[in-house]
């Protein structure tokens, strides 16, 4: 009785969401309806395991090297065109403005040479800008075309059992949303900590070159956030993963509805069907507001 209750309306189970969230019993009891898994399949999946995902990841992407080459090296130019804006400033203010003998009309043609070669930059730092993100959409799209015909593939030869449990719907949800956010990965697991990488080194040997004792500073700070941010990052992916269970199990209803349209009819479900569609609905965006809550603390 308690369990039906708690699944009688999205609040109460939102309520239930955060309650296993804080317990961090997330991943082991989602709130799915399924029956609890076998004491063994508690266990958080193994570093080999999470190795041999990413050779495979890695062995998608290979047939893309070159195009994933250029785009890493567009990034590269727009960091580092972005990186030395600063210092224009800092010319502008120290050697021009700041130098008191210097003569009006050498001042006057510093002045327009900064500034020409400053607005040269930021077009030039436009125009890879563009091309990186015109790339990095070229990029994606072939890889999530292969990532859906491997997955298309791999669908074709299931046994029927494991297709009958995953419905219509939710094959369709694996299809599309799961290879999109898969796909994402190669801009936030790959492209991203390697440019956020360099920069950080280059931002190091200016500040360096600049002033150690700055230098010194941001270094000490760093690990702190490192820490902070994977630790934080740790416990908002449970979240997504139950919102990825919630959207398959949505999508899946919905696709057995119509494919079933006719026994919905001739049973009048049409209004419970669309009760339980806006009650997944407004959990999904519960959940949503709830990851970005503990992202904008992040």
Not at 32 to 51: I, L, N, V, Y
Not at 178 to 198: F, K, M, N, R
């Amino acid at each position: 009785m308690p369990a039906s209750r708690t699944r009688r309306s999205s609040r109460q189970r939102y309520r239930a969401f955060v309650e296993k969230y804080q317990q961090r019993t997330l991943d082991e009891h989602p709130d799915t309806g399924a029956a609890a898994k076998p004491a063994e399949d508690k266990k958080p999946a193994p570093s080999p395991k999470r190795r041999e995902y990413l050779r495979e990841y890695l062995r998608w992407l290979w047939p893309h090297r070159v195009a994933f080459a250029v785009v890493v090296g567009l990034s590269l130019s727009v960091a580092g065109l972005e990186m030395i804006q600063p210092l224009f400033m800092r010319f502008i203010v120290d050697r021009v403005l700041l130098v008191p003998d210097l003569a009006a009309t050498h001042r006057s043609r510093l002045l327009n040479i900064a500034g020409l070669t400053f607005l040269v930059v930021i077009i030039v730092e436009s125009v890879l800008t563009g091309l990186r993100d015109y790339r990095q959409r070229l990029l994606n799209t072939r890889v999530m075309l292969s990532l859906r015909r491997s997955l298309y593939d791999r669908f074709l030869h299931l046994p029927l059992p494991k297709l009958w449990d995953m419905k219509t719907g939710g094959i369709l949800s694996r299809l599309t949303g799961d290879v999109e956010t898969t796909t994402g990965l190669l801009q936030l697991a790959v492209v991203s900590p390697t440019i956020s990488a360099i920069r950080l080194l280059i931002a190091i040997v200016i500040l360096t070159s600049l002033n150690w004792r700055l230098s010194f500073m941001a270094l000490a700070i760093i690990p702190g956030i490192m820490i902070l941010s994977f630790t934080q990052a740790r416990r908002v992916r449970p979240i997504y993963r139950s919102l990825r269970k919630d959207a398959e199990q949505i999508d899946g209803r919905v696709g057995e509805t119509f494919s079933g349209i006719r026994v919905v009819r001739a049973f009048g479900r049409e209004l419970r069907e669309l009760v339980e569609y806006l009650r997944g609905r407004h959990m999904v965006l519960r959940k949503e507001m709830f990851a970005q809550r503990r992202e904008m603390i992040l």
